[in-house]
């Protein structure tokens, strides 16, 4: 055995394998566990968020990355020089929109509106006591008529209104109809 | 090594009982690295402890290329250098009963005709380089191979080699002729 030998076997023995003392064994392995449960948890949150930062970190996807930011912004910047108007592409449809409403309106096409009809009942219009009253009082034609409209008329709508003092007045809703003229 | 790999992954699945293997298969190893590398020995516990709380906060993105008993024993060198460092103080009378206690425990009978031999090496290992006295305590107590040295060192083998030789020369001049008793 050479000195070289002697040595490390002397510092073999000097230094002999001693386990760590049990309390140190539970302290170490507790505080490392809890340690480690903590980091778990926060490397599990953090992996959703860091996808898109490992996607990044291939220098070949973010090479690709740049050049579609940059050819989308030449782009979208020659889309709006090329528009004769220099507008927006929203105004644009808005202006394009209110010309063809101008040209509607102006040409000679014909232009259906729809629309809603709100009908409010004119007071004692079609009441027929009324009408048996001013016909009795002046007998003449358009009360006449108007009494016998009343009674021949095929479509029609009977409601009734009440007055400021509480009384019913009948009424009868008459649509004309436009082939038969009155 | 297919066993350590197995480890790695489930320490890094987040099984507590992963790394209770590994203090357990690897602690006796790196409890005396700890020991020839600190000036005060008793506080190798706390280097380990530093040492295990610091990988814990490595699972999930632990990865290795070597063995993770050298891993752990560099993990350890450094820690201790660092302690070390700092400077605190070694309390004689602590040092004196850890190794009363060491002597009794192990070495009844022949304590006394080595002691002075085994305490004039300690001392001589001390007052070595910090570079040399850790690829000592590597080598020749954490068993690591000198290329497993160098590669976790990122030194170059023979930088490592000469270390070694080096810092075996000084203890063997330090000893004299008390290596021929």
């Given at each position: 055995m050479n000195r070289s030998d002697k040595i490390v076997e002397l510092l073999r023995e000097a230094f002999p394998e001693e386990r760590p003392q049990t309390g140190a064994d539970e302290r170490i392995l507790h505080d490392a566990s809890t340690i480690m449960k903590q980091s778990h948890a926060a490397t599990k949150q953090q992996h959703s968020a860091s996808k898109w930062r490992r996607i990044m970190s291939n220098p070949i996807t973010r090479s690709a990355a740049i050049i579609t930011i940059i050819f989308s912004a030449f782009w979208a910047y020659y889309q709006s020089v090329g528009n004769?108007?220099?507008?927006?592409?929203?105004?644009s449809l808005l202006n394009a929109a209110a010309a063809t409403e101008n040209a509607w309106f102006t040409g000679e096409q014909t232009v259906h509106i729809v629309n809603r009809i709100v009908i409010y009942p004119q007071?004692?219009?079609?009441?027929?006591?009324?009408?048996?009253?001013?016909?009795?009082?002046s007998y003449n034609d358009a009360n006449l008529k108007a009494l016998s409209r009343w009674f021949s008329t095929p479509r029609g709508m009977e409601f009734f209104s009440l007055d400021s003092k509480g009384d019913r007045h009948n009424h009868h809703l008459e649509l004309v109809?436009?082939?038969?003229?009155? | 090594m297919n066993e350590e790999k197995e480890l790695i992954r489930r320490f890094n699945a987040g099984q507590p009982q992963a790394l209770h293997?590994?203090?357990?298969?690897?602690?006796?190893?790196?409890?005396?690295?700890?020991?020839?590398?600190?000036?005060?020995?008793?506080?190798?516990e706390d280097v380990l402890h530093d040492v295990f709380v610091q990988f814990a906060t490595q699972t999930g993105r632990f990865c290795l290329k070597g063995s993770l008993k050298g891993y752990l024993a560099i993990c350890v060198a450094n820690r201790a250098r660092n302690?070390?460092?700092?400077?605190?103080?070694?309390d004689p009378e602590r040092l004196r009963a850890a190794r009363t206690l060491h002597q009794e425990r192990n070495h009844p009978v022949q304590v006394a005709?080595?002691?002075?031999l085994l305490q004039t090496l300690i001392s001589a290992l001390r007052q070595l380089p910090e570079e040399q006295r850790q690829v000592?305590?590597?080598?020749?107590?954490?068993?690591?191979r000198f290329r497993e040295i160098a590669k976790m060192s990122k030194v170059s083998i023979h930088t490592i080699q000469s270390r070694y030789r080096y810092g075996l020369q000084k203890l063997q001049a330090r000893l004299n002729g008390e290596l021929e008793r």
């Open positions: 004769p108007t220099g507008t927006t592409t929203v105004l007071h004692d219009a079609n009441d027929p006591d009324l009408l048996l009253k001013n016909l009795e009082s109809d436009p082939q038969g003229g009155d | 293997c590994i203090y357990e298969r690897y602690k006796v190893a790196l409890s005396r690295v700890a020991r020839a590398l600190l000036n005060d020995p008793t506080g190798s302690v070390n460092q700092q400077g605190r103080p070694v005709q080595r002691s002075e000592i305590a590597l080598h020749v107590l954490g068993d690591l």
